[in-house]
């Protein structure tokens, strides 16, 4: 096939993509399921086994036929992975690009202070996982599909069963004000030494299984390991090892080299290029790619260049990783899965995938201070498999070690115990009384609290709190824009800024919090003065003076269509209040009667508010009372007249006639002002005033509105 038809495949492929993991992970979240399953059921949903199959105008074979159709047909070279996967080779490297990305930002995000830090617990909690869950998943394995504790697709379940996805079990923490409990710390850094082992244990074994020649079916000799297959072990080992050594020695340095090139951007792509070239070096050493790819995170999560590099990459993880996740699932093959067999095995493998994380985390927890309470929590924490278990399956049917069967079988874990996770956990932590047998000690982090009772003055506290601290050199990565989470970090100090509408709260080391509390101090000093200066310079009655002079000028199209959310059901040409309140209201009470509102009580007390600050009377007899509010869900407008006109507090101290009211909710992008600026420019023309105060009904106002 053409070159340029491969291209336009694969960009209709891609298009295509984009949209479906959109899409189903949006649906997936708005019914409360994680957002990466909503993904990878889109993948099983526009696969080759499914709607990409189908015949279609131009795509005899379907949009994604089974392993690229004509494309890799035609293809003078098949690789082995395009013959063992149902995508095209061009989608499933894409989908390998995706896996390195998402592994380097796992191991950029790995904590490692908190893991040396809770060091015994995390290694003896995240041993007694991986290794339960490898047992007990090889012993699966065996049970139902018979052959040896060696063979090929015994041990890679087995690893696959150790994959810990601790995303999901932190969200929760977070909800329930856990995260720094003893169990919620634990679960961290026992989750961090899960991965860690689970690495190694992938390392090994695809260098084990590298001299057997892979594919199902191959089985050690019965007698124990070679000396071959031990010294490819201990080779895999020590390569692992010695990289991830170097990698923490030299982080600083590397991250000092990574600086040079000043722009973030640019020491974060070069950053990424790192973790490729490591994946393509251990790929040729038969082992992994994504090990590579997490060792080059991993090395540079304890810099303090680590935050930035996340936030700069975060658009090319936001592109990639969903990508990954539905190529997963377009190899799923849904006659397979849908056999009693792999539905039976893919339940059974989830059951014991599950009480390998409760017995083999739970059971040591007992031993080092946690009561049964606790141990379950922590249990119930490490149940959820995701990314990983995801790769490691990829990788073990692009070899052959896995065939759809098995690979089937993955994806029903994968689901159940992410699915399963979260009502399990949340029940554990429902369970009133501490989780430990001791009294747990007090950590040596301390929350500050500053309420500043405005949302505008905590947005401008935030806002010069963050310059400053860049400019002292520390580095700001958003952690969630939604919940307005912020992680600012240089060398050893690091700290989360967290706000709400009217409050700031810091969380750092008791130790970093006399500086924290000088640097808000100096900052709110440094606002104080900044509006001194401000309010001896302008006068706010003269800028509302001159912005009411301002002549009228012909509407454009952008006026009009901003007006016409003003409709006739919204005008009242007979309002009968006689003061500012009783105005407000009454306009207020004819957007609520139409279900407008959410909350009609905090919208009055935030346009009230806003009035308070600054009167909206204007002059000529037109008032605009208006507020942001998180009573409303979009912008809304109400128009009324007065016949006979009240003391709105006009800039000409004349009675004022008309009266427009608008709110826009406050986290919504909404042409607030704009609105205001075009219904200034329509009323101050005199004739369009005259006609809406002498109009006989809403429908005759309206019509003026837009014609101006």
Known sequence: MDITLLMAELALQLGVIIFAVRICGKLAAKIGIPSVLGELLSGVLIGPHALGGIPLPGFPQGFCPLGGGEAAGNAEFVSEVAQSITVSPELYTISVIASIVLLFASGLETDIKLFLRYSVAGVFIGLGGAAASFFFGAWTAISLLGGSFASPEVLFLGILS??????????????KKKMDSPEGVTILASAVFDDVLGIIILAITLGVIGIMGGGAGNTVDSIGLSKEIAFIAFKAFAIWLGFTALGLIFSKQLAKFLKLFKNPYDFSILALGIALLLAGFFEKQGLALIIGAYIAGLSLSSTDIAPIIQEKLKGLYDFFVPIFFCVMGMMVDLSEIAKPSVLLFGFIYSVTAILAKLIGCGG???????NRRGALRIGMGMVPRGEVALIIAGLGLASGILDAKLFGVVILMTFITTLAAPPLLNMSLEIKGKGTIKEPLKGDSVEAVWDFHSPEITNLVVNKLFQAFREEGFFVQTMSMEDSVFHVRKDNIALIIDRDDTSLSITAAEADMPYIKTEVYETIVGLEE?????????????LKQELAEIKPSNKSQNDDDLLSI????????????????AIIKELLQILDDQGLLDDSALVLQDVLDREKIASTGMQHGIALPHGKTEGVSRMVAALGISRNGIDFESLDGEKTNIFVLLVSPKRTAEPHVRFLAAISKLLGDEMTRKQLLNADSPEEAAVLLRRG
């Open 530 to 542: 900044s509006l001194q200066k401000l309010k001896e310079t302008f006068n706010p009655k003269v």
């Open 364 to 370: 040591p927890a007992l031993l080092l201070g946690f």
């Open 566 to 581: 003003i409709k006739a059901s919204s005008i009242k040409l007979d309002l009968v209040g006689q003061t500012k309140e």
């Open 162 to 175: 150790t994959a810990t996805s601790v995303g999901i079990t932190a969200r929760i923490l977070s909800d």
